[in-house]
C-alpha cells in the first residue's frame, strides 16, 4: 500500500522563523505534492514537482519555496513564517499519471505565533 | 474566482437515507473529476472518480452523476452509515492532468 509520511506532525513556530516541513514516500512516485487546508478553503495547491531536482508552483505559492532532492523526498520551506500561514499541511504523491489518484500523508498541523 | 463550489458546505442524514452531494465547476475543458473522503485527524483519499465521457459512475453505496452540459455533479451516498460520517471532496484534474483543484469540502454526519 501506497505510504507517505510527514515530519513534524505538528510545528508551533514564531512569526518571522524558518519551518521547514518534510515529506517522504516509498511509492516510487514520480509526483509529489503540497497542500495546505483551511477551514472553508479545501485543499489549495501550494507547490508540486514531477521530477527530483525540479519543482513547479500550484496555486498558491507566495510566502513558501519547496525542494524535492530526490524522488522520495520533498520538502516544504517558510523562510519568513507569518500568521497567515497558520494551517495544516499535506504532502501527496501519485504515480506518473499524475493527479489521476494522489495517496497523502497525515499532515502537519503548524501553528505561527 | 472558486473554480470548484461545493453544497451544501454540512449536512446531517439518519442512518440508511441518501446524502447527496453537489459540486459544481467552471472550465468546461475539466474532463476528470475525482472524489476524495477525508476523516477527522486524516489525509483525503480517493473515493471515487468519473470521466466526462460517462454521465454516471457507481461503486458500492457510492454513485456520481454527471452533466456536462450544466458543469454539474454530484455524489450519492445511499444506505448511509455511521461510518461514512466524514468530508468528502470533489476535485477535478487540470494543469495538463499533473494536478488537482480541489472543492471547499461536504461534511458529512450520519446519525444512527
Known amino acids: 500500500e501506497a505510504a507517505v509520511t510527514q515530519s513534524p506532525r505538528s510545528k508551533v513556530a514564531v512569526t518571522g522563523g524558518k519551518v521547514t516541513l518534510s515529506c517522504h514516500q516509498t511509492n516510487n512516485h514520480d509526483y509529489m505534492y503540497w497542500y495546505r487546508q483551511d477551514t472553508g478553503h479545501g485543499l489549495r495547491l501550494i507547490h508540486y514537482s514531477y521530477v527530483a531536482d525540479s519543482t513547479e508552483k500550484g496555486d498558491i505559492p507566495d510566502g513558501y519555496k519547496a525542494s524535492r532532492p530526490s524522488q522520495e523526498n520533498f520538502s516544504l520551506i517558510l523562510e519568513l513564517a507569518s500568521l497567515s500561514q497558520t494551517a495544516v499541511y499535506f504532502c501527496?504523491?501519485?504515480?506518473?499519471?499524475?493527479?489521476?489518484?494522489?495517496?497523502f500523508g497525515p499532515g502537519t498541523r503548524l501553528t505561527v505565533l | 474566482q472558486q473554480q470548484v463550489r461545493q453544497s451544501p458546505q454540512s449536512l446531517t442524514v439518519w442512518e440508511g437515507e441518501t446524502a447527496i452531494l453537489n459540486c459544481s465547476y467552471e472550465d468546461s475543458t475539466f474532463n476528470y473529476f475525482p472524489w476524495y473522503q477525508q476523516f477527522p485527524g486524516e489525509g483525503p483519499a480517493l473515493l471515487i472518480s468519473i470521466r466526462s465521457v460517462s454521465d454516471k459512475k457507481e461503486d458500492g453505496r457510492f454513485t456520481i452523476f454527471f452533466n456536462k452540459r450544466e458543469k454539474k455533479l454530484s455524489l450519492h451516498i445511499t444506505d448511509s452509515q455511521p461510518g461514512d460520517s466524514a468530508t468528502y471532496f470533489c476535485?477535478?484534474?487540470?494543469?495538463?492532468?499533473?494536478?488537482?483543484?480541489f472543492g471547499t469540502g461536504t461534511t458529512v454526519s450520519v446519525s444512527p
Open positions: 476535485a477535478v484534474l487540470y494543469q495538463g492532468g499533473r494536478a488537482l483543484i
Open positions: 501527496a504523491s501519485s504515480d506518473r499519471t499524475g493527479g489521476y489518484e494522489q495517496y
